[in-house]
């Protein structure tokens, strides 16, 4: 467009020249839209009224589409139905068995553990129930498929020692001390006392007269305390066992020296029982049979001081 401003010179208003301008943008199309700056600046003052409408939305309605933006942005991996299994697995109940040990006072102690827990396992929850803290004297023992008796593996799962049958075990006293006198827990003394009165029992430690009636003596005198005249009256030593083979007379000997050790303690009898049950020949010896190179049947000792062979009856 072009202006004259001579006298004869025509000029044009703007008013007028607008709608021509929109006449040709028409006629060109699209491009020749885009090209026009006026154009532009309607599109530039369109956009931040656009950003401005989206911030005065509804904060509720955001909040909405960020949420479902969120959970749509969950990786393939973890689908609704994997995390409902995961707190299953958390929460499943683990197998146990049932396991059932006799104690030396011949009393019963049941408890479960896991099936694949190891030896120490068990082994600590028994020391627990009996209150007892020098353990390394003690141990789990069970019995084979052909009844021979064997030690229960700490280090190892329970279920491999087992093979068959019910969880059984015996608690008893695995090392025996040479001087039980370093013993320094009483329980420790008293569960000592309890296996080394089973093993003159059953013969495992052979003793001769006088020592039975010593022993059996210190045993009452720990277990029924003083010689009460009007209490103990007859034979009231005969509900109790001191030998494989016991005998009134023996009964009577364990009576007399009973009644000589007025004031004495439960604590103080146990050791006197130890320091003289030290003095056997099979104390602490552990004994199994065998064969020697001919053929005839022996007894392997297994002690502190190392290994020991009886070829015929064992010594007292």
């Not at 004869?8 to 020249?17: F, R, Y």
């Not at 303690?265 to 552990?286: Q, R, W």
């Amino acid at each position: 467009m072009t202006t004259e401003t001579g006298p004869g010179s025509e000029v044009k208003n703007p008013q007028e020249e607008a709608p021509q301008q929109q006449l040709e943008a028409a006629a060109h199309g699209p491009t020749a839209a885009a090209a026009n700056p006026a154009g532009r600046d309607a599109e530039a003052n369109e956009k931040p009224r656009a950003q401005s409408d989206v911030r005065n939305m509804d904060p509720g309605s955001e909040m909405e589409e960020k949420d479902y933006s969120e959970t749509d942005g969950l990786s393939d991996k973890t689908t609704p139905s994997k995390t409902q299994k995961s707190p299953q697995k958390s929460t499943k109940k683990m197998k146990s068995a049932l396991c059932r040990v006799t104690l030396l006072d011949a009393s019963e102690y049941e408890c479960e553990v896991e099936k694949h827990a190891r030896g120490q396992v068990l082994f600590d929850m028994v020391c627990e129930h009996l209150n007892l803290l020098e353990k390394d004297y003690f141990g789990l023992t069970f019995c084979d498929s052909d009844s021979q008796k064997n030690w229960l593996d700490p280090s190892k799962e329970i279920k491999k020692q087992i093979r068959s049958g019910p969880w059984n075990f015996a608690f008893t006293v695995k090392f025996y001390p040479p001087d039980p006198a370093q013993l320094t827990e009483d329980i420790t003394r008293y569960y000592l006392c309890l296996q080394l009165r089973a093993d003159i029992i059953t013969g495992r430690l052979p003793c001769s007269f006088v020592t039975h009636a010593l022993l059996g003596s210190y045993a009452v005198q720990a277990e029924l305390g003083d010689y009460d005249a009007e209490e103990h009256v007859g034979n009231y030593v005969s509900e109790l066992r001191f030998a494989p083979n016991q005998t009134r007379e023996l009964e009577e000997r364990i009576m007399e020296l009973h009644k000589t050790y007025r004031g004495m303690t439960p604590g103080e009898a146990e050791i006197h029982f130890l320091e003289n049950a030290k003095k056997l020949s099979m104390y602490g010896v552990d004994l199994h049979h065998a064969k020697d190179s001919e053929g005839i049947d022996i007894m392997l000792g297994v002690c502190a001081n190392g290994l020991l062979i009886y070829s015929s009856s064992l010594p007292k």
